[in-house]
């Protein structure tokens, strides 16, 4: 058990659909990352928050968007839902911010667009 | 070309075998991660380096700075290592770039 939560496990939605997925980040971890993983991409980064802010920003659709809140735990938005959104959704979290940290991943959540 | 490349794509291997991974990496990436994902997705953290060697039981992780490769070795496989392995570089606020994987299946 990596210590960070993601809710729910699995979604199973219909084009067009928004859904939220959450994340939980380790006790006293202030970085949150969201990554995809899907069949065709394989992992890629989608956004980085640290501490409430908005720190780093890779390969995220203008239809997602996420933010941390002041518990620090984090929320990604899917809005307008395409087949190809369907992938598995990791965040991880770790203490800080610099490139030698441990980044601590979350079991993932499953999305499924029909 | 992708900013990080692992080989080889698949790997089988008897248990007992000695197996090595290579992950080669570009400029802008100067930690390294080495990544362990099993059949029901979880991924769990096995090294992060940004030089030298770190051993965690029968796994151990190297890396070259100035050749920009890493390599993943398990001694002694078991059955119970097979999973995917996964390098990622970290970029400068941490952000991971992923390999696209290795499948190891170590048989009994």
């Known amino acids: 058990d990596s210590g960070v939560t993601q809710t729910p496990k699995h979604l199973i939605t219909a084009t067009g659909q928004r859904v939220t997925l959450r994340c939980s980040p380790r006790s006293g971890d202030l970085s949150v990352y969201w990554y995809q993983q899907s069949l065709d991409q394989g992992l890629q980064f989608l956004i980085q928050y640290y501490n409430g802010e908005e720190r780093a920003k890779g390969n995220i659709l203008e239809r997602f968007s996420a933010q941390q809140f002041p518990d620090l735990h984090s929320e990604l938005n899917l809005s307008s839902l395409e087949l190809g959104d369907s992938a598995l959704y990791f965040c991880?979290?770790?203490?800080?911010?610099?490139?030698?940290?441990?980044?601590?991943f979350g079991p993932g959540t499953r999305l499924l667009v029909l | 070309k992708n900013e990080v490349e692992q080989s080889p794509q698949n790997l089988t291997a008897q248990e007992g075998e000695f197996i090595t991974i290579n992950c080669s990496y570009s400029?802008?990436?100067?930690?390294l991660h080495w990544l362990q994902q099993h059949p029901g997705g979880g991924i769990v953290s096995l090294f992060m380096l940004s030089s030298g060697k770190k051993k965690h039981g029968r796994l151990i992780a190297t890396i070259n700075i100035q050749e920009k490769h890493s390599s993943l070795h398990i001694t002694a496989s078991h059955p119970r290592d097979s999973a995917v392995y996964i390098c990622a570089g970290a970029r400068s606020q941490g952000n991971l770039i992923f390999g696209k994987g290795t499948k190891l299946s170590v048989k009994p």
């Open positions: 991880a979290s770790s203490v800080g911010l610099t490139r030698q940290e441990t980044q601590y």
């Open positions: 400029v802008g990436i100067s930690a």
